[in-house]
């Protein structure tokens, strides 16, 4: 069982905006602004989008953001488009362990 | 441009220790900063952190493996290394070698991941 809980899955429509979630604890994502998520298609390594909480690697498309607040910590996905559709997955400083992993269904 | 690479034998028995090597290259694994880690994902799972080494060779290992798990580094040949003892089925993975920001644990650099079967 992760620390870090994520939804299963979450979908939306081309365009649209959605947010995964990543709930931890006290002693981690509430304690460090150190949560990072990282996109995964089939087959393929998982790949940085946000780190420390709400920074962008050069690369990556603005569209994607993150914020925290308390032990939650969100990937927001604005103006959806068909090649977003993949697993995502939060990790947080303390405890070294990654969310369960979010399905992303683009509609 | 950081580049990793895992090498080592995709099939595995049962009892025996499972063994892997990521090269690094386009930087040094001396230039320190980095924690140089291995992560797993059972097929059709999620990612689960096993280990890392910084390169002067301290470890820090999950706690659920840390009894088969041991890391080591070869800063001469820009090289780190998995060892996982007493496999069984339930160590078939795809394995990842991936180097963390050490002062932010994030991991920017992964190799492409290498899959490893344990089976007679």
């Known amino acids: 069982q992760s620390a870090l809980t994520q939804p299963a899955s979450v979908s939306g429509s081309p365009g649209q905006s959605i947010t995964i979630s990543c709930t931890g604890t006290?002693?981690?994502?509430?304690?460090?602004?150190?949560v990072s998520w990282y996109q995964q298609h089939p087959g393929k390594a998982p790949k940085l989008m946000i780190y420390?909480?709400?920074k962008r690697p050069s690369g990556v498309s603005n569209r994607f953001s993150g914020s925290k607040s308390g032990n939650t910590a969100s990937l927001t996905i604005s103006g959806l488009q068909a090649e977003d559709e993949a697993d995502y997955y939060c990790?947080?400083?303390?405890?070294?362990?990654f969310g369960g992993g979010t399905k992303l269904t683009v509609l | 441009q950081v580049q990793l690479q895992e090498s080592g034998p995709g099939l595995v028995k049962p009892s025996q220790t499972l063994s892997l090597t990521c090269t690094v290259s386009?930087?040094?694994?001396?230039?320190?900063?980095?924690?140089w880690s291995w992560i797993r994902q059972h097929p059709g799972k999620g990612l689960e952190w096993i280990g890392y080494?910084?390169?002067?060779?301290?470890?820090y290992y999950n706690p659920s493996l840390k009894s088969r798990v041991t890391i080591s580094v070869d800063t001469s040949k820009n090289q780190f290394s998995l060892k996982l003892s007493s496999v069984t089925a339930a160590d078939t993975a795809v394995y990842y070698c991936?180097?963390?920001?050490?002062?932010?644990?994030?991991?920017?650099?992964w190799g492409q991941g290498t899959l490893v079967t344990v089976s007679s």
């Open positions: 990790c947080s400083y303390a405890g070294s362990q």
């Open positions: 006290s002693s981690d994502v509430g304690s460090y602004n150190l």
């Open positions: 386009g930087g040094s694994i001396s230039s320190g900063g980095y924690y």
């Open positions: 080494i910084y390169y002067s060779g301290s470890t």
């Open positions: 991936a180097r963390a920001y050490s002062s932010s644990w994030y991991f920017r650099y």
């Open positions: 420390e909480v709400s």
